[in-house]
């Protein structure tokens, strides 16, 4: 009996998260679509070009090498949304309970089909809050906003050891956005610049769950 009201409350709460990401993704879309959103996209995708594009998946290999060294650390495995059933990221809608299901890629899919149009807004954003500015950070406060990028995604539900593994992606924007700086002097230039990579990096992973629904969906 236990077990199964323990169930129900997962499921309960699992729902809560979903409809919560499926709102705050919603509103991204809208924010995407309007004039201003348009544009910030627009500047975002159009120039993004090969330099953003090949560190990706050595970027991600090393984020895969350090999370798979890291949860193995007792407690570093742990992520609020693994604990109640979900998988993965939840903003990609995946969980155990509908394994076997139609909503098994139907949530993910819907999911999607709302964060691809306004990916570039949410990279952007993380780059307005841990990187703007960082011209005259002193070399340890680069450092932590680095970290502090990462493990602001447990909040999300990404296990720790994970979210301690994405510092490494911030650490690349972070580089990209100094380097240009260097370049331009221009801290609205090293952000876009930065949030391009951030996109490009995103934009990535969103294909490859694609993919993966595709062939869920299929099978």
Do not use: C
Not at 80 to 93: D, L
Not at 157 to 166: H, N, Q
């Amino acid at each position: 009996m236990i077990a199964d009201l323990e169930s129900h409350v997962d499921d309960v709460l699992t729902v809560a998260v979903l409809g919560f990401v499926g709102v705050r993704l919603a509103t991204g879309l809208r924010r995407s679509l309007t004039g201003d959103g348009r544009a910030t996209v627009r500047a975002i995708v159009s120039r993004i070009r090969w330099r953003h594009i090949w560190p990706v998946p050595f970027v991600l290999a090393s984020v895969v090498a350090v999370a798979t060294t890291l949860i193995r650390v007792p407690g570093l495995r742990w992520g609020w949304w693994s604990a109640i059933g979900g998988e993965g990221n939840p903003v990609f809608g995946s969980n155990e309970s509908t394994i076997g299901t139609v909503w098994e890629w139907l949530i993910p899919a819907l999911f999607l089909l709302l964060l691809i149009p306004a990916l570039p807004l949410f990279a952007y954003a993380e780059e307005q809050m841990f990187r703007r500015g960082a011209e005259h950070w002193s070399r340890r406060r680069r450092a932590l906003k680095v970290v502090q990028f990462g493990l602001v995604h447990t909040f999300i539900g990404i296990p720790v050891g994970t979210a301690i593994a994405l510092s490494v992606g911030g650490a690349y924007f972070m580089h990209t956005y100094l380097r240009e700086f260097a370049t331009s002097g221009s801290a609205s230039e090293a952000t876009m610049e930065s949030a391009r990579a951030h996109t490009t990096y995103n934009g990535i992973i969103v294909a490859l769950v694609v993919v993966v629904v595709i062939a869920t969906a299929l099978s």
